[in-house]
């Protein structure tokens, strides 16, 4: 999803090429089955909250934006994430 990609407090991370894009495809594929993964095996909904969580802060992490709350509706993940909600509740 994320491909080659350092965090920012990776080394090289200031090298990388301001312009990337995510592969919406894999995003889609991992969105996916994090939420059924999530659904299915009720045990570990709490370890797929966090991974959620952190995929959310790589993200923006990523794209050169602050972690925080204020930030969260500029991530793409996140976006997929409430959208598969919204259609499973429908």
Same mark, same amino acid.
């Given at each position: 999803?994320?491909?080659?990609?350092?965090? +920012?407090d990776e &080394?090289?991370? @200031?090298?990388q090429?301001p312009?990337?894009? !995510?592969? *919406?495809h +894999? %995003?889609? !594929?991992? *969105? +996916? /089955? #994090?939420?059924?993964k999530? %659904?299915s095996e009720?045990?570990?909904?709490?370890?797929?909250?966090k991974?959620? =969580?952190? #995929? *959310?802060r790589l @993200?923006? /992490? !990523?794209?050169?934006?602050? &972690?925080a709350? =204020?930030?969260? +509706?500029?991530c793409?993940?996140r976006?997929? !994430?409430l959208r598969?909600?919204k @259609? =499973?509740?429908?």
């Amino acid at each position: 999803m994320f491909g080659d990609r350092l965090a +920012k407090d990776e &080394p090289g991370f @200031e090298n990388q090429d301001p312009n990337f894009e !995510i592969d *919406v495809h +894999k %995003q889609d !594929i991992v *969105v +996916k /089955t #994090i939420f059924r993964k999530a %659904q299915s095996e009720h045990a570990y909904a709490n370890f797929y909250a966090k991974l959620c =969580s952190r #995929i *959310v802060r790589l @993200e923006l /992490t !990523i794209n050169r934006l602050k &972690p925080a709350r =204020s930030n969260a +509706k500029q991530c793409l993940f996140r976006d997929e !994430i409430l959208r598969n909600c919204k @259609e =499973s509740l429908e």
